[in-house]
């Protein structure tokens, strides 16, 4: 299997000092990935939580009944994995 690069940023959630806080693993894949892939980087980060954002094409956001999308700002799709389980 090729190697994929993955964006990413560990961050510390619930502090205003960095090194504090709650560590978690932000990933930004640009392909959709499954379950077992993203419970294995989940596994390698081994730390608390690591998630998933993806953004959501215009075309999959359905806002209104119409199926026409009622905000402008961008829309994610986010999965929390811990090393062990989503």
């Known amino acids: 299997m090729a190697k994929t690069l993955v964006k ?3 961050v510390d959630a619930f502090t205003e000092s960095p090194f ?3 560590p978690a693993a932000v ?3 640009e392909e959709d990935r499954d379950d077992q892939w993203l419970q294995s980087v ?9 998630c998933y954002l993806s ?3 215009e075309s999959e956001a359905h806002d209104s ?3 026409s999308s ?3 700002f961008p829309r994610f799709r986010l999965r ?3 090393p062990v389980a989503e």
Do not use: D, H, L, M
Not at 42 to 50: L, R
């Open 65 to 67: 009944p119409n199926g």
């Open 42 to 50: 989940a596994a390698e980060f081994n730390i608390s939580q690591t």
């Open 80 to 82: 929390w994995f811990t």
């Open 55 to 57: 953004r959501i094409a």
């Open 8 to 10: 990413y940023s560990v």
């Open 27 to 29: 990933c930004f894949p």
């Open 70 to 72: 009622t905000s402008t």
């Open 20 to 22: 504090k806080g709650n």
